[in-house]
């Protein structure tokens, strides 16, 4: 399967039934990863990154439900495979490590067997070299006296602890894709530090590649090599991660960057008001014509009030969906 | 460490029960039903008849230990399989949710609608009276407060994290319920047991008294009581000594369910080290 990318998202939509009937959560949503890629996902509370992860796994459960498109993994259309297939491929070639390491961790299990757990259900080990794997998982997320680590319970160790603990569960199997939701919102900002130079780290090691959710645009830009933003359920830029600091292109990724506090700002500017971009995100049920985003746009003029945009490639690489783009 | 006074007094208390079942044979004075002699008829307790004697001349003491065979299999067994029907339905049923879930809330308010003991009552008379059919009897019939309770907990527990971090991981259904939720759940349901045992033995003396459990001569705690019913006054120790056995029972059930409750949560069990 070379040239083939790892996964594939083709014009996805996802519905969902808000009891009257079905409104699109996300639409139109395409992005492809390829091996030992990184690639972020960013927007804001309820635009569409969470739930987007979550069809890739194909755990999409009522009231949200695929409409249209297509998920490809390896060159498989996910929504093709059975239950049981699907059950195959989650843990074992596709992990997930989610935003909340408290609650993410069964209590009232040794965090060894937590990971042994793994072995056991997708390398079919038994249970005794799966203990001895979970030590060495547990050593390779840096965690020291694995040993004894092993026989603690969730609730013994630090939030930055479980966190490590969950990326050894979720790295155990040597998954080809590591979709990491918010990995690092509710730590320390220097734990965050270590906890993504360490998932970084890994993953580059073993050729996993990374979807990374976020509504942190610069640690997203920090991490991946591409960056693709979302609004209101669709994806309005898709950029080298560079890039998207330096020249982003659509009104609301610059709206994005230009509100990013920069240290030093003040000394070098003067007390400043920090930008924010005006108006609210519109509700789901309510999106508005044309662009989703041309209610709180500057830029905004008739067509984009009537017409959605289409994606635009760029020359310098990327994709942008704007009438007026720069 | 903290001394956990109710584990250890519970324990020791249903320890005792059991062993007291299990060494009847040497722990007895004289032959629960056979020795029965009519010139030692309502004897008081004494040196001779620790417990006293009933109107037949036998020996409480000795009944009393017999009959712990008897209550305690009632209570454990029965118990054990209404826990058994009771987290299985739930649990699946939490966890499934759709129709299964009707079916089984449909099930379990059929079940809390009658009262149990009438439908075990109908159970025994289509089986026949016998310690089988009782045990069948009461573990058909109890199910419905474990099944609510394994429902209730599946139902919040299944949108913790780590249940759907489980589903995320590719677990399958049923070791999610085994691996995720079960053992989350397994405080409430080991109360909920331990009570349950008690209401059993509880049960047991009620059947036994209308003549469907244990028949007499055979001593259980509930028939003896309902024997001692006419001499309450004449003779108290008749009632006052297999009812002291089975509030002893009873509590020492009760405490080691606290006691369980207090061990099996990890949390709990950190802050005693």
Not at chain 1, 139 to 146: F, G, N
Not at chain 2, 77 to 82: C, E, G, K, T, Y
Not at chain 2, 139 to 166: D, E, H, M, P
Request: charged content about 15%.
């Amino acid at each position: 399967m070379t040239g083939a990318p790892l996964i594939e998202v083709e014009d996805l939509r996802i519905d969902l039934d808000n009891g009257s009937g079905k409104v699109p959560a996300a639409e139109g949503v395409s992005f492809r990863i390829d091996r030992g890629e990184t690639f972020g996902l960013v927007g804001e509370s309820g635009c569409g990154k969470s739930i987007s992860a979550l069809a890739l796994i194909g755990l999409l459960r009522q009231p949200l439900s695929i409409g249209a498109g297509a998920i490809r993994f390896d060159g498989r259309e996910i929504q093709g495979l059975s239950a049981a297939e699907q059950r195959a491929l989650r843990g074992n070639r596709i992990a997930m490590i989610f935003q909340e390491p408290m609650t993410a961790l069964n209590p009232v299990s040794p965090v060894g067997r937590q990971i042994a757990e793994m072995f056991v259900l997708h390398k079919g080990k038994s249970w005794r070299e799966a203990n001895q794997l979970a030590v060495e998982a547990l050593a390779s997320v840096r965690v020291s006296a694995p040993e004894r680590r092993v026989k603690d319970y969730p609730h013994q160790l630090s939030g930055g602890m479980r966190q490590r603990v969950m990326i050894a569960i979720a790295l155990a199997c040597g998954p080809d894709l590591l979709i990491a939701d918010e990995p690092t919102t509710a730590l320390d900002v220097t734990v965050q530090a270590e906890i993504i130079e360490l998932m970084r780290n890994l993953c580059a090691e073993r050729g996993t590649a990374i979807l990374m959710i976020s509504h942190d645009l610069g640690l997203v830009a920090n991490v991946c090599r591409r960056v693709a933003v979302m609004y209101a359920g669709r994806i309005v830029e898709e950029r080298g991660s560079a890039d998207i600091f330096r020249a982003p292109s659509h009104p609301y990724t610059q709206g994005l960057v230009a509100s990013l506090p920069r240290l030093g700002s003040r000394a070098a500017l003067g007390r400043n008001r920090l930008k924010e971009i005006a108006g609210v995100v519109p509700a789901i049920t309510n999106f508005p014509d044309g662009c989703r985003f041309n209610p709180r746009c500057t830029q905004a003029t008739d067509i984009c009030r009537t017409v959605a945009p289409t994606a635009d490639f760029l020359e310098a690489g990327g994709l942008v969906r704007c009438h007026h783009h720069a | 460490m903290k001394l956990r006074a109710n584990l250890i007094i519970g324990g020791a208390l249903f320890a005792l029960a059991i062993v007291v079942g299990l060494l009847a044979p040497w722990l007895a004075h004289t032959d629960p039903v056979l020795d029965a002699n009519l010139m030692n008829a309502e004897e008081p307790p004494s040196w001779t008849w620790w417990f006293g004697t009933d109107g037949q001349g036998r020996d409480i003491y000795s009944r009393v230990v017999y009959g712990a065979r008897i209550s305690l299999t009632v209570g454990i067994v029965s118990q054990l399989i209404n826990s058994v029907i009771g987290v299985g339905l739930g649990l699946s049923a939490g966890y499934w949710g759709g129709w299964w879930d009707d079916v089984v809330n449909g099930l379990t308010n059929l079940m809390l609608a009658i009262p149990s003991l009438i439908f075990a009552l109908a159970i025994m008379a289509v089986l026949g009276p016998g310690l089988t059919s009782l045990l069948i009897a009461l573990g058909l019939t109890n199910w419905s407060f474990t099944c609510r309770i394994a429902r209730a907990s599946a139902l919040s527990l299944k949108s913790q994290g780590y249940v759907q971090a489980a589903t995320v991981l590719g677990y399958g259904d049923l070791r999610i319920m085994i691996t995720q939720l079960l053992p989350n759940m397994l405080g409430p349901i080991i109360v909920i047991g331990t009570l349950g045992m008690g209401s059993a033995v509880l049960s047991e003396a009620a059947l036994s008294f209308l003549g469907l459990g244990v028949r007499p001569p055979f001593p259980s705690w509930g028939s003896m009581l309902s024997e001692a019913r006419d001499q309450i006054t004449t003779a108290p120790w008749l009632s006052v000594f297999p009812g002291l056995a089975i509030f002893l029972t009873v509590l020492g059930l009760n405490l080691l369910g606290d006691g369980l409750r207090d061990i099996l949560d990890p949390q709990s069990r950190s802050r005693r080290s």
